[in-house]
């Protein structure tokens, strides 16, 4: 006896539904559900899957996959339509396949195919494959209803591909924009200390001109202070790349955090003299695996920040034992930073525009200790609020 499933007539209201779901939709899978759903009520139908085909070699890829029906409990041995789907990949038309004639009583070995190509503007996408486990066979208004979905699932992909072309677009001009702003601002932080270097030094060299040993001195620590801001600079370069290519190397040992950053604020106070440091350390800190330059390096940023852009501003540094993680903040009351620019000061190359004019910098030595930190487990974050202040969070596995 033939069998026959109850078909739709081509309401539009049914057929806009549809359409809306794909214009509406951010995201493809709900996007599927919602229309597959739809069309379960009246385009009766087992397994059903998407399959995407790679844009260099068009090899297929299963997209998105249900079992509706008699295949839900038996989804390892049930047809998915592989070989159908690869044979849609070179006649890029609706296929049909039927099972032969059978006494097999087993529906799941007797399987009817529907296949459609995904196109858009004759661009292949891929295919979709409807399966009927037993039959009955695919009525013509099930394939043009099937051609219609298939119409509309490729639309789908094509907006999701354009929406992702879009975003890698933005983020390659999001990155010119900075390396652009990156070679403006090492340009000028290079001809800075150079320049400081050249006149000095040309100076103490004139041949019609005699200084006394306390300008010769004052002229000297100028070039040397320009010097080291220059090293520092090619320092952080240098760090920048390798940490790019993933070749700045660790030399893990056993640290204790509050000795390392007490040795850090002792340097950074012959540095930056007028720099003041408070502390508030737990007494049962648990020791901590990492590379002690390294580490030391990301204290030494945060509070040479500390010293330019909340000139005149006590810091507060405290080590909280949480858990198993040790959790180090590092407060400032200087002029805080905007909200929107939060999430960015991480990001190679950025400076927050318009702070601190006359303070110069790379924007290279955050994004160094986000990635240090990052190569020992941890992880560092910022909160602020403008005219009160910033304080940096870092939390680093602890060892027991």
């Avoid at 060299?205 to 220059?230: G, M, N, P």
């Avoid at 009160?388 to 060892?399: A, D, E």
Wanted: hydrophobic share 40%.
């Amino acid at each position: 006896m033939t069998r026959t499933f109850p078909t739709a007539d081509f309401n539009p209201e049914y057929l806009n539904a549809i359409s809306k779901v794909v214009v509406q939709s951010s995201e493809w899978k709900p996007a599927l559900d919602k229309i597959i759903n739809l069309i379960r009520a009246v385009f009766i139908f087992d397994n059903l899957a998407v399959y995407l085909a790679d844009p260099k070699n068009e090899n297929l890829e299963v997209m998105y996959a249900r079992a509706m029906g008699r295949g839900r409990s038996r989804e390892e041995e049930a047809a998915w339509g592989e070989n159908i789907a690869n044979q849609i990949t070179s006649k890029r038309k609706t296929l049909l396949i039927e099972p032969k004639l059978s006494d097999d009583e087993d529906r799941i070995k007797r399987p009817y195919l529907l296949a459609i190509p995904l196109l858009v503007n004759k661009r292949y996408l891929g295919a979709i494959v409807f399966i009927r486990f037993g039959g009955p066979s695919f009525s013509q208004e099930n394939i043009e209803l099937s051609e219609f979905i298939a119409k509309q699932i490729a639309l789908l992909v094509e907006r999701q591909d354009m929406e992702k072309a879009y975003e890698l677009l933005e983020e390659q001009r999001q990155l010119a924009r900075l390396q652009d702003d990156f070679i403006s601002t090492i340009s000028h932080e290079l001809r800075s200390p150079l320049g400081f270097i050249k006149g000095y030094t040309t100076t103490l060299l004139r041949s019609d001109a005699s200084w006394d040993q306390k300008t010769q001195q004052e002229f000297l620590q100028i070039i040397d202070q320009e010097t080291d801001h220059l090293m520092e600079l090619i320092e952080n370069l240098l760090d920048s790349s390798r940490l790019q290519s993933g070749q700045l190397h660790m030399q893990f040992q056993f640290v204790r955090l509050d000795t390392l950053i007490k040795n850090v604020i002792a340097r950074s106070c012959l540095h930056n003299p007028a720099l003041i440091v408070n502390t508030d350390f737990d007494n049962n800190l648990m020791p901590i695996q990492g590379d002690p330059h390294r580490l030391a390096q990301v204290f030494e940023n945060l509070l040479a920040n500390a010293a330019k852009y909340a000139s005149g501003s006590e810091v507060l540094i405290t080590i909280n034992q949480e858990g198993n993680h040790a959790h180090i903040s590092i407060s400032d009351k200087g002029p805080g930073i905007p909200e929107q620019y939060i999430p960015s000061l991480f990001t190679r190359f950025f400076r927050v525009p318009d702070q601190s004019p006359n303070v110069h910098g790379s924007g290279l030595g955050l994004f160094i200790c986000k990635q240090i930190l990052e190569a020992h487990q941890g992880e560092i974050s910022a909160t602020s609020i403008l005219g009160q202040g910033t304080t940096f969070h870092i939390l680093l596995p602890s060892q027991p």
